[in-house]
């Protein structure tokens, strides 16, 4: 019997882009049922790979580069889009992500949560609207820093000062020393507005916010995740405003509540975006499994990224879902199977190690494809 098999995974983080990741599940596959139907749909959730996603789906779209800050200031070209309709898309990933880090002599990203900015992302919007974009969409996922977006904010003319009219430094770890956010020169959003995408729910502050959630993701101790919450419950409350209290605003280490706050942008899901962009509903309809994953399966990826995004479809449309990760944490696995997410696979345990695994992404994804494959 000839099956039908959606398989739409995000990127794998630093590895491999979600394309690529849905050609190598597709090959295992093939190797074990070469006659099945497979429709490859990959996904984005806002971080890294939507703007290629978005290209995909968007006949008439044009690259552009512009040179940016990175996460902790080295500059580089960072790519954007702008489609045909004066509508510009930038990737805060491409910008200033968690990727572009600097890497220590072991090739392990140097992680600095008290002074990575998102400074880069508002250079970005600079050169878009410098280029004459009209609309905004700035995918937020993938951050390196934890700044409320006030970085950004900051290439784009918003000044934070301290009690001195001292302008505060790039960085999480100085909001502490905020006492003014001065908008006098702040750059006026563009007519056609913005819409943030983006990959969780958390608000900006609080025991599910962007600190205490995401912030030792970045590299925080129990120490600087204190000092980062500290830092952006003052900027939100020298800001005023409810924006903080909204789901998403923290997404990007806040940087979504800095832009809703000051340029008053619409927070989206960025999964749900990209879903509705590609036709998955349409493409699960009557298939017999899907098959999604990312780099990493842990507690939030049921919240707002593609993994979740894509089993809440399937469920809907009553089509099994497998997932397949790179690493998953201790408890992932069970949840996930006990939420009815059916089977999980990661490569960290096909390949034998994490490292063997970052080694040969493509090789394992291919083995975790014919795996799934062998057991339907």
């Not at 784009?156 to 302008?167: E, H, M, T």
């Not at 990760?325 to 696979?345: F, H, K, M, N, T």
């Amino acid at each position: 019997m000839r099956r039908r098999i959606v398989i739409a995974p995000d990127s794998f983080k630093g590895t491999l882009s979600a394309r690529d990741a849905a050609l190598a599940l597709a090959a295992g596959w093939r190797a074990a049922w070469p006659d099945d139907e497979l429709l490859l749909m990959p996904q984005a959730d806002g971080g890294e790979g939507t703007l290629d996603a978005i290209a995909q789906a968007s006949p008439g779209a044009v690259r552009r580069t512009a040179c940016v800050a990175g996460p902790t200031g080295e500059p580089h070209d960072a790519r954007w889009m702008l489609l045909p309709d004066h509508h510009a898309v930038i990737e805060l990933a491409e910008c200033c992500g968690i990727t572009l880090l600097p890497r220590r002599a072991d090739g392990s990203p140097a992680f600095a949560p008290l002074i990575a900015s998102s400074r880069g992302l508002g250079e970005a919007v600079t050169a878009a609207l410098d280029c004459g974009a009209q609309r905004l969409t700035l995918a937020l996922g993938g951050s390196a820093s934890t700044d409320g977006g006030l970085g950004a904010l900051s290439a784009l003319g918003l000044r934070p000062l301290d009690d001195r009219g001292a302008a505060v430094p790039d960085g999480g770890g100085a909001l502490d020393r905020l006492l003014t956010l001065d908008t006098a020169l702040l750059r006026a959003a563009p007519p056609g507005g913005i819409t943030l995408l983006i990959d969780t729910t958390a608000a900006l502050i609080g025991p599910g916010g962007a600190a205490a959630v995401f912030a030792p993701q970045k590299g925080a101790s129990a120490e600087q995740v204190a000092q980062l919450e500290s830092g952006l419950a003052r900027a939100a409350a020298i800001a005023g405003g409810d924006e903080h209290l909204r789901p998403g605003s923290g997404a990007a280490g806040g940087t979504a509540w800095g832009f809703a706050r000051y340029w008053g942008a619409s927070i989206r899901s960025g999964a749900d975006a990209i879903a509705a962009l590609t036709g998955l509903d349409a493409g699960l309809a009557g298939a017999d499994l899907v098959i999604t994953g990312e780099g990493r399966v842990d507690a939030t990826s049921l919240a707002g990224k593609v993994v979740g995004g894509v089993a809440e479809r399937a469920r809907v449309a009553g089509v099994p879902i497998a997932i397949v990760a790179g690493q998953a944490d201790s408890d992932a696995i069970p949840d996930a199977e006990s939420a009815g997410l059916g089977r999980v696979l990661t490569l960290a345990g096909l390949a034998g190690s994490p490292e063997a695994a970052v080694a040969a992404p493509e090789r394992w994804l291919r083995a975790a494809g014919a795996a799934l494959a062998r057991s339907l």
